[in-house]
């Protein structure tokens, strides 16, 4: 054995690295967007699934997060043909258990093959001919998988020493099969796979070619034979003879769907004119069809594409680089899924120049010739989609009719063409009336009742980001005819009830019973419901300090029961029965959310609840009872009803939107605003009649004083985290100062000097 640094002989793209690698992994680990979101083209209705790691991805070498293991890639295929061949003289999982893990039991197999040797008795039947030849397989296949499966770590492979196997090591493998005695053709057939295997993971690494060459016109042409080829074709990969590689390559790609995209992979794409000097020396078009059928997925598509159709027009690879070039091309016209419309005539504006308009008119040529090509419904449909786009809506609909005509049944492909008529009719659309209504309603029936409840994750048919723009696009339409509350409907933006006016709209819309069939439908798909509405007009009425409206409006936020987005399980919006974390009506010295939400109360207040006990306070402190100790608590709700206080609770509204740590601008105006606690503590001020209630006050004051400050200065900025935080932070606060001055002697001011670090700080700078 001998160990050479993988710095010397490691290659990119060639198959050395994938077949020494174990397991390679393509894209990102962390999230994910469904093809579905972000593509209306679904290659998986034209393309068979040996292509499916190689349609277009645009965030993943291979479709799907496809990976590629060597170590395991066959072990089903490997398993079923031994138990095949070994009659049930063996179990299964025996079967199983020696082949895939043979380096654990190396010692129960190298036993094995000495009693076979010496012809001992044991559990197994030895005597029997495929039982000796699977040991014998097992004991030379082992010794070579310890070099085979040798793996490093991608990214420390500059450092890596790589194990080979020594060159007589590899000949003595080779000596073993040719004294093979058995005329067996199974046997003999992995055997010979050994030897290759053996010499491709030996310090002659070039030796596997003389080999192949002298003994694969005896063998069958199955796996084995094309897992073969691609040792050889690795081996002038490392040799620098990427000609020879890649013409091998493309015989394995082009016969062997199993090793289609371990092909694909170790392929080195080349300069055109190279590989036109390539296809032309080869002799079966097929070959020449597959060498451009790699070269396209790493280069022009279409003009790999075009090169194909030109050797053979039904070229099954075809088909995939079609599908590539069509995900291409929508990708550089599909808006992404957070961009808005300005307005439809803005859209499509901007969509016509962006398709590559050569390649467009030769797909709607090879279209119009159906029996020239292998999937006629796949070119009708490329043809069709893109015309949409380049506003020719009379040609995508005779596309569409016509590759209805050739789907033959496929449903992936009726509900694509189905898909694409929906896209084109909705395309269409300058004013939504009844007449447009009655043209779409059918198609988005179907969408909302057939497609969507039955889709799941191993569901390729990409209708996702049709339903996002079709909302979003009819959204803009109702816009631009003064609809906002259909527009609103159809594509959700909260700014809309910003204003009071909208959502009197809405309410009113939602609640008539003279909607037509589409605006049904589309208000029982509206993400949101009158409870949203008013609740969240309840608690901008409270902000506002219209506490006897915001009671009424609570009142009417009846819980509504919905379902979970991720998994549709059934759950209750609570609304007005929703319980406060905290009690919204302490007013601590230390602001403590959590410590508020974990201490035990003895009064549980929902928002409702919380609502009728601050009018009742209120009503009190206008009839002058205990005025004092209702506008402190009343201050204290409004206090705590803010970002800065323990009942963030009372806010969350699917239509307020303000779950986080950073308050969009349109809720700061409320949910940063200390003018109402200030208020309340205003009026509790005026009322207090002896020092310590005075001391409170000062010190709530303060309170809120340090709040505004937090607000104006950081959190009424787009991005205040971190920006100007090196401010002085301790501010001669009024409060403190009133604090500090006046109310010293009284037992608040102890307990605000033990708890406050704040104030000890302020204490130490200025009054020391």
């Known amino acids: 054995m001998i160990k050479k640094s993988l710095k010397k002989w490691y290659v990119v793209g060639s198959l050395s690295v994938l077949l020494s690698s174990g397991i390679y992994t393509y894209g990102c680990a962390d999230g994910w967007w469904s093809y579905s979101s972000i593509s209306n083209f679904t290659p998986e209705a034209f393309a068979d699934a040996s292509y499916e790691p190689l349609f277009f991805a645009p965030y993943d070498r291979f479709y799907n997060g496809g990976y590629m293991d060597n170590a395991s890639m066959f072990n089903d295929d490997i398993v079923e043909e031994w138990t095949t061949y070994l009659q049930g003289k063996l179990d299964r999982e025996?079967?199983?258990?020696?082949?895939?893990?043979?380096?654990?039991?190396?010692?129960?197999?190298?036993?094995?093959?000495?009693?076979?040797?010496?012809?001992?008795?044991?559990?197994?039947n030895l005597k029997d001919e495929r039982i000796r030849n699977f040991v014998t397989f097992l004991y030379q296949a082992k010794e070579i998988e310890s070099y085979s499966n040798d793996s490093y770590s991608y990214w420390d492979y500059e450092s890596y020493v790589a194990n080979l196997m020594e060159?007589?090591?590899?000949?003595?493998?080779?000596?073993?099969?040719?004294?093979?005695?058995?005329?067996?053709l199974f046997f003999t057939n992995r055997m010979w796979f050994q030897v290759l295997k053996a010499k491709f993971y030996?310090?002659?690494?070039?030796?596997?070619?003389?080999?192949?060459?002298?003994?694969?016109?005896?063998?069958?042409?199955?796996?084995?034979?094309?897992?073969?080829?691609?040792?050889?074709?690795?081996?002038?990969?490392?040799?620098?003879?990427?000609?020879?590689?890649?013409?091998?390559?493309?015989e394995v790609f082009n016969a062997n769907a199993t090793l289609r995209q371990v092909a694909l992979y170790n392929?080195?794409?080349?300069?055109?004119?190279?590989?036109?000097?390539?296809?032309?020396?080869?002799?079966s078009t097929e070959v020449q069809a597959a060498v451009w059928a790699m070269q396209g997925y790493y280069t022009n598509s279409m003009d790999a594409l075009k090169e194909v159709v030109a050797i053979d027009s039904k070229s099954p690879h075809a088909n995939y680089l079609l599908t590539r070039w069509v995900n291409e091309q929508e990708s550089s016209v599909l808006k992404y899924r957070e961009e808005s419309f300005k307005s439809s005539k803005e859209y499509f504006s901007s969509l016509k120049k962006a398709i590559d308009q050569s390649g467009l008119d030769w797909v709607n040529q090879m279209a119009a010739q159906p029996q020239k090509v292998d999937n006629p419904s796949l070119w009708l449909l490329a043809s069709g989609y893109l015309s949409i786009f380049q506003g020719d809506y009379k040609a995508a609909e005779a596309a569409f009719a016509k590759a209805q005509k050739e789907a033959k049944g496929n449903v992936l492909i009726h509900n694509q063409i189905r898909l694409f008529g929906l896209i084109n009719q909705v395309s269409q659309i300058s004013k939504m009336d009844a007449k447009a209504e009655q043209v779409i309603l059918n198609d988005m029936?179907?969408?909302?009742?057939?497609?969507?409840?039955?889709?799941?994750?191993?569901?390729?048919?990409?209708?996702?980001?049709?339903?996002?723009?079709?909302?979003?696009?009819?959204?803009?339409?109702?816009?631009?005819?003064?609809?906002?509350?259909?527009?609103?409907?159809?594509?959700?933006?909260?700014?809309?009830?910003?204003?009071?006016?909208?959502?009197?709209?809405?309410?009113?819309?939602?609640?008539?019973?003279?909607?037509?069939?589409?605006?049904?439908?589309?208000?029982?798909?509206?993400?949101?419901?009158?409870?949203?509405?008013?609740?969240r007009r309840a608690i901008n009425l409270f902000y506002q300090d219209k506490v006897d409206q915001a009671i009424v409006e609570m009142k009417?936020?009846?819980?509504?029961?919905?379902?979970?987005?991720?998994?549709?399980?059934?759950?209750?919006?609570?609304?007005?029965?929703?319980?406060?974390?905290?009690?919204?009506?302490?007013?601590?010295?230390?602001?403590?959310?959590?410590c508020d939400h974990v201490a035990k109360q003895a009064v549980k207040y929902t928002k409702l609840s919380f609502l009728e006990k601050v009018k009742e306070m209120q009503d009190k402190i206008n009839?002058?009872?205990?005025?004092?100790?209702?506008?402190?608590?009343?201050g204290n709700a409004f206090y705590n009803a803010t970002y800065y206080g323990n009942a963030r609770v009372f806010y969350y509204n699917a239509l307020v939107n303000e779950y986080g740590n950073f308050i969009s601008p349109a809720e700061r105006k409320y949910l940063l605003n200390m003018s109402m606690a200030k208020k309340y503590y205003a009026i509790a001020k005026k009322a207090a009649t002896t020092k310590e209630q005075k001391a409170k006050m000062a010190y709530m004051e303060a309170k809120t004083e340090r709040n505004e400050f937090y607000a104006n200065q950081y959190q009424n900025k787009e991005y205040y985290w971190g920006a100007g935080w090196d401010d002085p932070m301790f501010k001669k606060w009024k409060g403190f100062q009133e604090l500090a001055t006046q109310y010293s002697d009284t037992k608040y001011y102890q307990e605000v000097i033990n708890e406050c670090g704040y104030f000890r700080t302020y204490i130490a700078k200025n009054h020391m």
């Open 445 to 535: 029936q179907w969408i909302y009742t057939e497609i969507i409840p039955h889709s799941n994750y191993e569901d390729p048919f990409r209708y996702e980001y049709a339903v996002h723009w079709i909302r979003q696009y009819l959204a803009a339409v109702y816009k631009e005819q003064g609809n906002s509350v259909m527009s609103e409907i159809m594509f959700s933006n909260l700014d809309f009830y910003g204003k009071v006016d909208n959502t009197v709209k809405m309410e009113k819309f939602l609640l008539t019973q003279k909607k037509t069939t589409f605006e049904q439908l589309m208000v029982d798909k509206y993400e949101y419901n009158l409870s949203d509405i008013y609740e």
């Open 94 to 124: 025996e079967i199983k258990k020696y082949l895939l893990s043979s380096q654990e039991y190396a010692g129960e197999i190298d036993q094995l093959y000495a009693n076979l040797k010496g012809k001992k008795t044991t559990s197994w």
């Open 167 to 184: 060159e007589n090591q590899a000949d003595k493998v080779e000596k073993i099969y040719k004294n093979l005695k058995s005329k067996d």
């Open 267 to 283: 392929y080195k794409p080349r300069e055109t004119e190279r590989v036109k000097q390539l296809v032309s020396s080869i002799s």
């Open 202 to 250: 030996s310090t002659n690494r070039a030796s596997v070619i003389a080999f192949f060459e002298q003994t694969a016109a005896k063998q069958p042409k199955n796996n084995l034979y094309y897992r073969g080829l691609s040792y050889v074709a690795g081996a002038y990969y490392q040799a620098g003879d990427y000609d020879k590689s890649n013409a091998l390559y493309a």
């Open 623 to 634: 009839k002058g009872e205990d005025v004092y100790n209702n506008a402190l608590l009343v």
């Open 556 to 594: 009417k936020a009846e819980p509504v029961t919905t379902s979970y987005a991720y998994n549709d399980e059934p759950y209750v919006k609570t609304y007005q029965n929703t319980i406060l974390l905290g009690n919204p009506f302490n007013g601590k010295i230390q602001d403590c959310n959590d």
